[in-house]
């Protein structure tokens, strides 16, 4: 009985170490600097879809408090996620600058394949699904919506579950220049449908030159095979 109330102890004891240790990482940055950084990154990914969280990647880093409020400098033309360094500056109540590298875990949806795309074959919606996981660890060309691969064809092949990239795919031209094509024309409670020639080739889902019946040339998005929508402002 003596025995178990020192385990119990024990355990009392060291739970109550790491509840004060945990709270010692975080505080390598101060509150006001990690509600800044997280401000900052959250606001250039604003997207309701994503769940966004940060990571300091090196806890021994310790960052100065700024009483005046601290500038954070985000990377330029660059994405906000996966390993970056950003920029502090105090300039108001204290004068430093460092750098703060941080890990962006931006989870959010991507297509993958929902089965097996054979290499050379015509990428079909049945082709696809969603998966979801964290961005940042994606390889560069995912893409996030199906209709960016439907129509194309796969150079290679991909496998149950594989990453849709651009890179593994190329366009296919449904519509060659001087094909006849069929023209929708849609307004605001408008619409008219007529004949018309294909000016440049394009693939599904890309944009075509036509030129209509009346001599006119017109730009439109290529629906399908030998269908082309005008959208009218």
Do not use: H
Request: proline residues 5%; contains cysteine.
């Amino acid at each position: 009985m003596m025995r178990n109330s020192r385990l119990i102890g024990r355990s009392i004891l060291l739970g109550a170490v790491l509840a004060f240790a945990s709270p010692w990482v975080l505080a390598q940055v101060p509150l006001e600097i990690d509600r800044a950084v997280k401000s900052a990154i959250f606001g250039q990914l604003s997207n309701p879809a994503y769940k966004v969280g940060v990571e300091y990647l090196n806890v021994k880093t310790k960052v100065p408090s700024c009483p005046g409020g601290v500038t954070v400098f985000l990377p330029q033309n660059a994405k906000i996620w996966g390993r970056i360094n950003i920029e502090l500056r105090c300039t108001n109540g204290a004068n430093w600058t460092m750098n703060l590298p941080v890990r962006v875990v931006v989870n959010g949806e991507y297509i993958v394949a929902a089965r097996f795309i054979n290499s050379n074959s015509r990428v079909n919606p049945q082709d696809l699904s969603v998966a979801q996981g964290d961005l940042g660890e994606l390889p560069e060309g995912f893409i996030q919506k199906a209709e960016q691969a439907i129509g194309r064809q796969a150079i290679r092949a991909i496998p149950v579950g594989g990453l849709i990239t651009l890179n593994n795919l190329k366009k296919i031209a449904v519509i060659k220049a001087g094909d006849p094509v069929r023209i929708q024309v849609v307004g605001e409670g408008f619409e008219a449908t007529g004949n018309g020639t294909a000016l440049t080739a394009a693939g599904i889902n890309d944009p075509i030159r036509v030129k209509l019946a009346n001599g006119k040339q017109a730009q439109g998005l290529v629906v399908s095979e030998g269908l082309v929508t005008i959208k009218l402002d």
